[in-house]
């Protein structure tokens, strides 16, 4: 009779799993098809249900992470916008602690903390999280040199620290006892590499068109924004992207 037992909570357990499993591969297929459709909300949602499921899974936290930022990037309510850049960071962490090795995770707790920096906080936090964009793009790129996106990410700090303005640069010279050395070739090397592990990622093409432009190479801003506006549009905020780079290039013109 125990045997049986045992079989059968054996039998009941194998069930339940493979259950999880075909949830977690519809799951999937969902998010990547509203992803496709330009739907990030919806998909965000999914994950977050996936997540429920395996809260550990990295992947998934840190696509979380990315959808949270890109929906908060849109945000024109100043609270709206702090919940999703916090949440994003929450998910970064968790995807860290789930695997402090991992490319990914050091790469999503980089993003996150920049995105933290546009928030209207005290100065510290601020130059902490400025630090703590290098120092995670720069432990993702020695476990995994060819991530495009910690790529993209830690040429994006490089250029600004070259280009800060206004309170952040003021909050950064006072904490930091000067600003960090920025270098405009350094941020021009590592997005170049992005653009040649990632091409159609339009948040790097336009940010590298920046640094062109800034680093006074305005025929090789003018040649990446021409191919920018041309890019088929792989998320939502792609479209209003693609339209800055459209106003960028008639300046060059």
């Not at 194998?14 to 998010?31: G, N, P, R, Y």
């Not at 702090?82 to 995770?105: C, I, M, P, T, V």
Request: proline share 3%.
């Amino acid at each position: 009779m125990r045997t049986k037992l045992l079989l059968l909570t054996g039998l009941l357990i194998s069930i339940s799993h493979w259950a999880s499993s075909q949830d977690i591969v519809l799951l999937t297929k969902e998010a990547e098809n509203f992803e496709r459709q330009l739907k990030e909300p919806e998909a965000l949602a999914k994950y977050k249900q996936i997540l429920l499921q395996e809260p550990a899974n990295i992947k998934y936290l840190v696509r979380a992470t990315e959808l949270e930022i890109a929906i908060g990037n849109r945000e024109k309510d100043a609270n709206n916008k702090r919940l999703y850049f916090e949440s994003a960071l929450s998910y970064a962490e968790r995807a860290l602690k789930a695997d402090s090795n991992s490319a990914d995770a050091h790469y999503a707790m980089a993003s996150a903390s920049g995105k933290m920096t546009d928030l209207d906080i005290e100065n510290k936090k601020i130059v902490a999280y400025v630090k703590a964009v290098k120092d995670h793009a720069d432990k993702a790129l020695v476990v995994q040199p060819n991530h495009a996106r910690a790529n993209y990410t830690l040429g994006k700090w490089h250029y600004e620290m070259v280009t800060l303005s206004g309170i952040k640069k003021a909050a950064v010279k006072l904490f930091y006892g000067g600003l960090p050395n920025g270098d405009l070739d350094k941020a021009i090397l590592y997005m170049e590499k992005c653009r040649a592990l990632e091409p159609y990622f339009v948040t790097n093409q336009l940010d590298l068109a920046k640094a062109y432009k800034e680093n006074r190479q305005p025929a090789k801003a003018i040649e990446i924004l021409e191919r920018l506006v041309k890019m088929p549009n792989r998320s939502f905020n792609d479209i209003a992207l693609k339209a800055e780079g459209a106003k960028l290039l008639a300046s060059l013109q």
